[in-house]
């Protein structure tokens, strides 16, 4: 019930703002799209956790969310499959844009080369084989084409208007996406009441602007998979 209400938060949080920013921009919000949006944040939400407990869970001896993180990326490839979204429009490609590894691969390698620095000053404990497998496979392989590939493309439907910085054309949409991201991790509900981590917030919205960067400029989601698997396992393995 706890993760019923907090998604529950996160979706009226979601629906408050846009259409806070829908009322102040008028005709330049799609209120179709934006409900569309909260609706994928609700479901994808609803796969992760196994309709909140009520599907069983049908990997036996395992310490993490498999099963969730499956029954969510199914749900992604099934809405990207619909012809108002489509794959390709989605990210789900290999094919990358015209001459974007030029300035896709070193923002990349960059990241990387955080993410390894960040591994060497706080290493962690031993991890096992399952925690390594899980994080260099799940993490990206759901997170990104929901949050920059299906809920990108609805969010950028939700809100007209483009403003061009870094190479690439930035929405209102995009940004909501990385807030999105960031509240899957830092918001929640427990105890009675809801709680929130700024520190969290900070950690994962920030980073995934550079996701819906490379996204922008890739019109893929390889490069994103990529280094959201290499960001989570790193630790795990230096």
Not at 89 to 116: D, E, H, I
Request: aromatic share 10%.
């Amino acid at each position: 019930m706890d993760g019923f209400i907090g998604i529950l938060g996160v979706v009226a949080l979601l629906l408050v703002v846009g259409g806070g920013f829908g009322l102040l921009l008028p005709g330049r919000i799609s209120w179709l799209w934006l409900l569309s949006a909260a609706g994928l944040v609700f479901v994808n939400d609803a796969m992760l956790t196994r309709v909140w407990g009520l599907i069983p869970d049908v990997i036996p001896h395992s310490n993490w969310n498999w099963q969730g993180k499956l029954m969510a990326l199914a749900v992604t490839l099934a809405v990207a499959a619909l012809p108002m979204l489509g794959w390709k429009r989605s990210g789900l490609t290999l094919t990358q844009a015209p001459g974007s590894w030029k300035t896709a691969l070193p923002v990349t390698a960059a990241y990387a080369g955080l993410f390894l620095v960040m591994a060497l000053i706080f290493p962690n404990e031993s991890a096992s084989k399952e925690a390594i497998a899980f994080q260099l496979t799940m993490p990206g392989l759901e997170e990104e084409p929901f949050y920059r590939g299906v809920l990108l493309v609805a969010l950028g439907q939700a809100f007209s208007g483009r403003l061009r910085l870094l190479g690439v054309d930035w929405s209102l949409g995009a940004l909501l996406s990385c807030a999105l991201f960031g509240l899957a991790h830092a918001f929640g509900f427990s105890d009675g009441a809801f709680s929130f981590d700024p520190m969290t917030m900070a950690l994962t919205s920030l980073p995934s602007l550079i996701g819906v960067w490379l996204v922008l400029k890739t019109r893929s989601l390889l490069l994103p998979v990529l280094m959201h698997n290499f960001g989570n396992a790193i630790m795990l393995l230096v």
